[in-house]
Structure formats: C-alpha cells, structure tokens
C-alpha cells in the first residue's frame, strides 16, 4: 500500500505542468503572458482529480489546460492593445516592444506558436525564443512524429531501400496510432495547463493528452526499423541502437519543449510503445505472409480496419486525433491490399534469403540520380492522387448526408464525413504507393 502511494506521488509529480515550464525555462522558452494571469487565472492543478493516474478531464476542447476556449480568448484581451480595431500582442516583459499587426517592430526571438490547425481555428499566444539552436532541434524532432515526415519516410523507404521492411513499418504504424489514441479518448487527460506552460505548438491542442503519441510512434519506428533490418542488412549492432535511441529521445524530449506533454505523459508513451512493438514482433512475420497468400486476406483487411475505425470514432466527440487515426488505418488498409495484389500478380517480389544479409549499394551520381526522381515522381504522383480523393470525396459524402459543401470544416468535424474521407483518401494513396507508383516506375524506366 505504501509503494501504491509512492508511486501515485511520483506519477502526480512527474505529471505537474511547473515541471514543463521549468524544463521550457532553462531551453530558453519564455511566454508573453503576464505573471498576474499565470497566478490569478491558472494555479497549479491540485494533487487530485484529473492529474491523478487514471483520472478523468473535461474534453481538451471545452478546456484547455485550466481555461476555456471564452477565458482563454479574455484573457488574450485583457493583454494585447488595439491598432485600428484589431488585437495585437502587448509587451508582457520589460524591454520586448509590441509587434504591429503586419509584424512591424518583431523582435528577431519572438515567434508564433508552430503549425496553426486550420480545423479548429487555434492559434495560440506569441512566446520568446533565446536559445534558436535548441529551438531548432526540438522542431526537427517533434516532426519526425508528425504526418509530413511519415509521407515522406515511408514511400522513400519501399520505392528506394527495402520493400518489406517499409510496408512492415507501416503495418506497426498504424497499429501503434490507433491504440495510442484510443487509450488518450479513455483516460481523458487535458494538455498541461497554459500558462505555466507555454505553447510552442498548437495543431494537437485540442486531443487528449495521456499517453503521448507522439512519443509512441517516435518510439515504435526507429526500434522496429532497427529489429527489422539488423541482420538483414549489414551494419554495426551499437549504430543501429544508439540511431533509434537518439531517435526516440529526441522526438519524447520535443514534446515536452512544445508544451504538449508531461513527463509522465512522455515516459508513459515511450514504455507502452516498447510494449506494443514486444507484441507484434512476434507476430508480424505471420500477419505480413497472411496479408501475401491469403485468399481471405482482403476481407479479413478492410473488415478489421474499418471496426477498429468504428470503435476509435465512438469513444468521444470530435478532434483532430480522429482524422489521425482514420488515416493511419486507411493507409493501412491501403497498404496492406496492395501487398496482397502485388504477391498474387507477381510484383515486388523480396529479395530471396539467400542474399541476406544485404549491402547498400557503391554510391554514384546514377544512384543518387535515380532514388531521386523516383522520389520525386512518386511523391508528386501520391499528392496528385490524394487531391484528386480529396476532391471527389468530401463534395460526394456532403451530398449523401445533406450537409453544406461550403463549410469544409465544420463538414469534416462530423464522424460520418471524417471517417469515410479519410478511409477512403488515405486507403487510395497507401495502395498507390505500395502498387501502382511501382507500376509507374516501370514505365519511365525508373525501377
């Protein structure tokens, strides 16, 4: 019992959004809220309630650490001035000037909150950057969690490197995303309170926080890229650890710096991570041959895909973790199809084990010639695509349930267009990467 209380103390304490300012203070991260707000407006969370393991919160929507979406905007108020009717950001420390609303008078450290989300209209409060570098390298890390890189990771892996070790990544991917969010929609936990904490980043405010996903897929892909490829391709055991270690850490660390995650929050990402991956190393291999020789496999695909999809979308009302859910299934499904299509017609085929291990190839300007433009014809090719899905599926799933086509957001906000949009989008685009683009190739001799 005693080890039981120790262990929640901890978890509350590790849990303290005071722990993510101090950690932002000492990277340089200072925030243009006034001192008298941060004190009278958002006291630190009691030892209790929601910041206890387990414990529920107020979807992050109607609350925003300690502030709603009304005190939030009154309190933006109460310190910004007015230029010609419009607010612009007060000074909130001595020596900082206001900035104009065109950006006159910015200070070359001060900065706006990173990737605004054009569906829930957040843009956050300007804060103050004194350390550019560690600024820097925190946003590198916290993309290589984020949807742009994944985009481009994984098709230049399949098309360039190695086939089976990317659909294989892709497959963990989508696994680890959809239980990440699932579990943040059952446990219930809000973003650290802001202030203290100073929102370096704004686009996955408004999900729930508990665990990290971030932390989990920057986790899941550079171990299992290491477990997948080590002995398969030749390289040093300790650089293919200390690579997806650093990996890991340095995406786990950003999250804290960006002010989206506790300690706890991050931690307990990193460890349910290396608990997922330990699960499905042992049965990847057979899902993976499954997905090539099974007649079933299709139905078997699409069937579980769009339950998991189902269950997902009926834990909780809207956010943006839905569209990231759906997607990463829909990639999946996609992903998966193709593999099966690609078996069955003979295309793709792995390299025999006789050849393992394998060896990158000598470096030429041919080769950096050619994993180039399939690169960039495959990535023009999957955009082109994704507009064109994009294009026909939201006007005809708006049409089928009554909604106005000139509202996209508040469209996309309703499960039964988000859902099937991104399913049905993202599963083209998977399938075209995995079977088509390679097809393609072939044609402008490429492959």
Same mark, same amino acid.
């Given at each position: 019992?005693?080890?039981?209380?120790?262990?929640?103390?901890?978890?509350?304490?590790?849990?303290?959004?005071?722990?993510?300012?101090?950690?932002?203070?000492?990277?340089?991260?200072?925030?243009?809220?006034?001192?008298?707000?941060?004190?009278?407006?958002? @006291?630190?969370?009691?030892?209790?309630?929601?910041?206890?393991?387990?414990?529920? =919160? =107020?979807?992050?929507?109607?609350?925003?650490?300690?502030? /709603?979406?009304?005190?939030?905007?009154?309190?933006?108020?109460?310190?910004?001035?007015? &230029?010609?009717?419009?607010?612009?950001?007060? @000074?909130? !420390?001595?020596?900082?000037?206001?900035?104009?609303?065109?950006?006159?008078?910015?200070?070359?450290?001060?900065?706006? @909150?990173?990737?605004?989300?054009?569906?829930?209209?957040?843009?956050?409060?300007?804060?103050?950057?004194?350390?550019?570098?560690?600024?820097?390298?925190?946003?590198?890390?916290? !993309?290589?969690?984020?949807?742009?890189?994944?985009?481009?990771?994984? #098709?230049?892996?399949?098309?360039?490197?190695?086939?089976?070790?990317?659909?294989?990544?892709?497959?963990?991917?989508?696994?680890?995303?959809?239980?990440?969010?699932?579990?943040?929609?059952?446990?219930?936990?809000?973003?650290? *309170?802001?202030?203290?904490?100073?929102?370096?980043?704004?686009?996955?405010?408004?999900?729930?926080?508990?665990?990290?996903?971030?932390?989990?897929?920057?986790?899941?892909?550079?171990?299992?890229?290491?477990?997948?490829?080590?002995?398969?391709?030749?390289?040093?055991?300790?650089?293919?650890?200390?690579?997806?270690?650093?990996?890991?850490?340095?995406?786990?660390?950003?999250?804290?710096?960006?002010?989206?995650?506790? +300690?706890?929050?991050?931690?307990?990402?990193?460890?349910?991570?290396?608990?997922?991956?330990?699960?499905?190393?042992?049965?990847?291999?057979?899902? /993976?041959?499954?997905?090539?020789?099974?007649?079933? =496999?299709?139905?078997?695909?699409?069937?579980?895909? &769009?339950?998991?999809?189902?269950?997902?979308?009926?834990? /909780?009302?809207?956010?943006?973790?839905?569209?990231?859910?759906?997607?990463?299934?829909?990639?999946?499904?996609?992903? *998966?199809?193709?593999?099966?299509?690609?078996?069955?017609?003979?295309?793709? =085929?792995?390299?025999?084990?006789?050849?393992?291990?394998?060896?990158?190839?000598?470096?030429?300007?041919?080769?950096?010639?050619?994993?180039?433009?399939?690169?960039?014809?495959?990535? *023009?090719?999957?955009?082109?695509?994704?507009? &064109?899905?994009?294009?026909?599926?939201?006007?005809?799933?708006?049409?089928?349930?009554?909604?106005?086509?000139?509202?996209?957001?508040?469209?996309?906000?309703?499960?039964?267009?988000?859902?099937?949009?991104?399913?049905?989008?993202?599963?083209?685009?998977?399938?075209?990467?995995?079977? +088509?683009? #390679?097809?393609?190739?072939?044609?402008?001799?490429? *492959?």
């Amino acid at each position: 019992m005693a080890d039981l209380t120790k262990f929640r103390a901890l978890c509350r304490y590790l849990q303290d959004p005071s722990l993510v300012a101090r950690f932002q203070t000492l990277c340089g991260i200072k925030g243009t809220f006034s001192d008298k707000v941060a004190k009278l407006e958002n @006291p630190l969370p009691p030892p209790s309630g929601q910041r206890e393991v387990g414990g529920g =919160a =107020a979807h992050p929507r109607q609350r925003s650490g300690v502030l /709603d979406q009304g005190e939030g905007e009154k309190n933006h108020h109460k310190n910004s001035l007015y &230029v010609n009717g419009s607010a612009v950001s007060g @000074p909130s !420390e001595p020596g900082v000037p206001a900035h104009s609303p065109q950006g006159a008078g910015r200070g070359p450290d001060r900065a706006k @909150p990173l990737r605004r989300n054009s569906l829930t209209g957040d843009v956050g409060q300007e804060f103050i950057i004194r350390n550019k570098l560690l600024f820097y390298l925190f946003t590198f890390g916290t !993309e290589l969690g984020n949807e742009m890189f994944f985009i481009v990771f994984f #098709p230049f892996l399949f098309w360039n490197v190695d086939a089976l070790v990317s659909r294989r990544l892709i497959v963990v991917w989508a696994w680890n995303l959809f239980i990440g969010q699932s579990t943040k929609d059952l446990v219930r936990w809000s973003r650290p *309170a802001s202030p203290p904490v100073v929102k370096v980043e704004v686009f996955y405010n408004s999900e729930y926080s508990m665990p990290s996903t971030h932390a989990m897929t920057g986790t899941a892909i550079p171990f299992c890229l290491f477990l997948l490829t080590y002995g398969r391709w030749e390289y040093p055991f300790l650089f293919g650890l200390c690579v997806a270690l650093c990996w890991s850490v340095l995406v786990c660390v950003s999250r804290v710096y960006m002010g989206m995650h506790s +300690i706890l929050e991050v931690i307990t990402g990193f460890l349910y991570s290396l608990l997922i991956l330990a699960f499905f190393q042992t049965i990847l291999d057979k899902m /993976d041959g499954f997905y090539m020789t099974s007649n079933y =496999a299709p139905l078997v695909i699409v069937v579980s895909h &769009v339950s998991l999809g189902l269950l997902a979308f009926s834990l /909780d009302s809207w956010s943006t973790s839905r569209g990231d859910t759906a997607q990463a299934l829909g990639t999946g499904v996609g992903v *998966a199809l193709a593999t099966h299509v690609n078996h069955q017609l003979g295309l793709l =085929a792995d390299p025999p084990l006789s050849m393992l291990p394998l060896t990158l190839p000598p470096f030429s300007t041919s080769l950096v010639w050619r994993s180039l433009s399939r690169f960039l014809v495959g990535v *023009a090719a999957l955009l082109f695509t994704r507009m &064109v899905m994009k294009a026909i599926t939201i006007p005809m799933l708006c049409g089928l349930f009554g909604l106005p086509l000139g509202d996209v957001r508040r469209a996309r906000q309703q499960m039964r267009v988000e859902l099937p949009y991104r399913y049905i989008v993202y599963s083209v685009v998977g399938f075209s990467c995995v079977c +088509i683009v #390679p097809v393609l190739f072939s044609f402008l001799n490429l *492959a």
